[in-house]
């Protein structure tokens, strides 16, 4: 799958620079990714560099924000003042398997640590199933399911055991 991030930014004229007079609204760099977990976004370059050496520049750049790895960047070169608008990735955010997350026990339900900044106690999902339950030391089932099984254990002892 071919993706793409945008970057949208505005360019707005300075005046006294070569830039005077032409302020563009809305401008785009667009950035090939991998996957629809990518972000962009615009960070300061200093200033010093380009045509206008006083006027800040920035970097334009997608990033992966689960890794900190960082394609596609570039860097401005230009009169303007320069302002971060939006970004979008043409492709969808891939769900995450949240079952190999670090989980806790939390009421007898095996909580994601990120839902309430917990330690995590448990390295998996699965993990904190065979430790976590009320009255159960195991992954619990639900009260419908145990009803069943009760009725099914009913209905082999009237027939055994008559």
Known sequence: MSCTVTVYYSATAIPGTPSAGQTYPTQSYSINVPDGNWIGEMVSAGNGFGPCPGVAQFWVQARDPSTGEILGAANTNT????????????????????????????????IKKSTYNTPG???????????????????????????????LSNQLKNRNCG
């Open 79 to 110: 009169c303007a003042d320069v302002a971060f608008l939006y970004y979008t990735n043409s492709c969808p955010p891939s769900q995450p398997d949240n079952s190999q997350l670090p989980h806790d026990c939390i009421n007898g339900a095996c």
């Open 121 to 151: 106690i448990y390295k998996s999902l699965s993990e904190c199933e065979i430790a976590c339950g009320t009255g159960c030391s195991g992954k619990c089932i639900s009260n419908s399911d145990w009803a069943e099984i009760e009725g």
